[in-house]
């Protein structure tokens, strides 16, 4: 998980640290973004989406608002 910097407020640089998270499903994962954001209290021109992936491959993504997306576009069904 990461942040970007948002230039509507002046930020040109991330404004949080890296997290690499491994989760046992994809639901912890998700959890974990949610909890990031609010940690670092990212808004959403911060948040670029954090893909999940298994054995190297994307499963899935996080949106800022918290949902799960399937590479294709369709929400992910837990």
């Known amino acids: ?9 002046g930020q ?3 404004i949080s640290n890296v997290v690499i998270f491994h989760g ?3 639901k912890a ?4 973004c949610r909890e990031y ?4 209290n990212l808004g959403g021109g911060n948040w670029p989406e954090a893909w999940i992936k298994q054995d ?3 499963v899935a993504r996080v ?7 399937k590479p294709d576009g369709t929400e992910f069904s837990l």
Request: hydrophobic share 35%; proline share 6%.
């Open 1 to 9: 998980m990461r942040s970007v910097g948002n230039p509507d407020f």
């Open 12 to 14: 040109y640089a991330p």
């Open 24 to 26: 046992k499903s994809v």
């Open 29 to 32: 994962c998700a959890n974990a």
């Open 37 to 40: 954001i609010r940690f670092w």
């Open 56 to 58: 190297g491959k994307k």
């Open 63 to 69: 949106s800022y608002n918290g949902r799960i997306w």
